[in-house]
């Protein structure tokens, strides 16, 4: 079983950077393929980009291409994500989640951190 703890969230102007780190507890990490999900007030959970289990395939949404990026330490059982050029409609809840398949659908993921604030001012 994997327990997820994300960190690095924050308050950011538009055109700053973050960087969330999700970090796993489990002795499988290197089992699962990671993704990254976001949530905002009253919308609903969407998938921000993922990465396989060596870190060779990425893929991200339209909406974040160019500006975010996935990477993942398998020695540390950590998986990151970079953002930068933030804008305020990248204000969300920011999640990390493992699953063993290769998809965006959140409700195909099985482990789920807790979620970090991320809030992008204009």
């Known amino acids: 079983q994997e327990q997820l703890v994300e960190t690095g969230g924050g308050l950011v102007q538009a055109g700053g950077s973050l960087r969330l780190s999700c970090a796993a507890s489990g002795r499988t990490f290197s089992s699962y393929n990671m993704g990254w999900f976001r949530q905002a007030p009253g919308k609903e959970r969407e998938f921000v980009g993922r990465i396989s289990r060596s870190g060779s395939i990425r893929n991200y949404a339209d909406s974040v291409k160019g500006r975010f990026t996935i990477s993942r330490d398998n020695a540390k059982n950590t998986v990151y994500l970079q953002m930068n050029s933030l804008k305020p409609e990248d204000t969300a809840v920011y999640y990390c989640?493992?699953?063993?398949?290769?998809?965006?659908?959140?409700?195909?993921?099985?482990?789920w951190g807790q979620g970090t604030q991320v809030t992008v001012s204009s």
């Open positions: 989640a493992a699953t063993t398949g290769w998809t965006t659908r959140f409700d195909e993921y099985r482990y």
